[in-house]
């Protein structure tokens, strides 16, 4: 009951002031392997900041330390330089951080309106009783957060697939319904971990232009890909490097450093 009652709380909307990340000292090992030992690097206020490095060089670990599912062993996460080390997945959430995950997680028996329409739960007003009972206010409530979702969901073209069961749809689109479900809780930080890994050409060319969309629109985002191409849309980009940040800089300026260069041809 504490838990929905902190939930109302809190302002439904809207996107007020984009947040700063900051990673300083991060370190973090399983069992006796090293993967990160200390990693820096701040996410200014408004800009899109990216994250490269080979494979299994500690981006998602990183992302799983900032958004709370992992406990760094040193360091500190700072969220508009408040420490978030006491805080749950569900508070750092609260507090406008939210991600996407490099294999999509979604609620595959569900619709694709009602997945999107899960990312709306912190807009709801009506306690767990009045919902249960139906009342006029929870209809008319349930009626303005669909509302809300369909329009998220035909801004991210998926309009089409309101009903359809989400887990019947292609990695690509199970991805798109994963970025509209962030979208509409509104996050102030968005980390988005390999978005366009299983979309075609086309797909990473709307995506990218989604990005911008989201940026333009306040959030400050936190982006890991593969794709060299989509990271030029990064104000900034860290490479990552056997738990360190060896590079930082425009994309253009990371592509053409040797230590990057290096780590990725192995050379
Ligand atoms: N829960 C875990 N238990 C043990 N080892 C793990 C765990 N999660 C990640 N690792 C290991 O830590 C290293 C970093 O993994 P991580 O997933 O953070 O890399 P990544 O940079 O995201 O890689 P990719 O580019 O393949 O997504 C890898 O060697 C991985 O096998
Ligand atoms: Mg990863």
Same mark, same amino acid.
């Given at each position: ?28 090992? #399983?069992?006796?392997? !090293?993967? &990160? ?6 996410? /200014?206020? =408004? +800009? ?107 801004? #991210?073209?998926?309009? !089409?697939? &309101? ?6 749809? /292609?990695? =690509? +689109? ?94």
């Amino acid at each position: 009951m504490t838990a929905v009652a902190d939930l109302k709380r809190l302002p439904s909307r809207p996107i007020d002031l984009p947040a700063t990340l900051e990673l300083s000292g991060i370190a973090h090992s #399983f069992g006796g392997f !090293k993967v &990160l030992t200390d990693v820096n690097f701040a996410v /200014p206020q =408004g +800009q899109i900041v990216g994250l490269i490095g080979p494979n299994g060089s500690g981006k998602s670990t990183c992302f799983n330390i900032v958004s709370g599912f992992l406990r760094p062993k040193a360091g500190r996460v700072l969220l508009s330089g408040r420490d978030m080390a006491a805080d749950s997945i569900q508070a750092r959430t609260r507090h406008g951080l939210m991600r996407t995950f490099q294999t999509p997680k979604v609620f595959e028996r569900m619709s694709v309106l009602e997945n999107v329409m899960v990312g709306l739960h912190k807009d709801g007003r009506s306690g767990i009783l009045a919902s249960m009972l139906r009342t006029p206010t929870t209809r008319r409530e349930f009626d303005r957060l669909r509302n809300t979702a369909e329009e998220a969901c035909r801004k #991210f073209a998926l309009g !089409k697939f &309101l009903d359809a069961q989400t887990g019947r749809l /292609p990695a =690509g +689109q199970r991805r798109v319904v994963e970025l509209a479900r962030a979208y509409v809780g509104a996050p102030r930080l968005l980390l988005l971990d390999e978005p366009s890994s299983g979309l075609n050409t086309e797909e990473i060319g709307q995506l990218r232009s989604w990005i911008a969309m989201l940026n333009s629109e306040g959030m400050t985002i936190l982006l890991v890909s593969h794709d060299m191409g989509l990271m030029t849309i990064a104000d900034t980009v860290h490479a990552l490097y056997f738990g360190e940040i060896i590079a930082s800089g425009p994309m253009a300026a990371i592509q053409a450093d040797p230590r990057v260069r290096e780590a990725y041809l192995g050379g």
